[in-house]
């Protein structure tokens, strides 16, 4: 008895690479928003890579602190305390 092979199986080792492009899977599924391997990993990859690019961006706009009334950069402040 042959094992079990699937329909998809048996057309890519018939035509190889050449197979129609919604029989190659991605490495994300939108319809159920999860990687389709090692999603867990990936996804907390994902989150802290957004995280610190959220935190870069915040970073490059602001640079006073409103509540202190100071400068975040020690630097700025003690140029701006020499003004």
Do not use: M
Not at 36 to 43: E, F, G, K, Q, S
Not at 47 to 70: G, L, P, S, V, Y
């Amino acid at each position: 008895c042959e094992p079990f092979t699937s329909s998809k199986d048996r057309l890519a080792a018939a035509h190889g690479e050449l197979l129609p492009a919604s029989w190659k899977r991605r490495e994300y599924d939108i319809v159920s928003t999860k990687y389709n391997n090692n999603h867990t990993a990936r996804h907390h990859r994902d989150r802290e890579n957004a995280k610190h690019k959220a935190q870069k961006k915040f970073w490059e706009t602001r640079d006073f602190d409103f509540i202190k009334i100071k400068y975040h950069d020690d630097d700025k402040e003690s140029d701006f305390q020499q003004q």
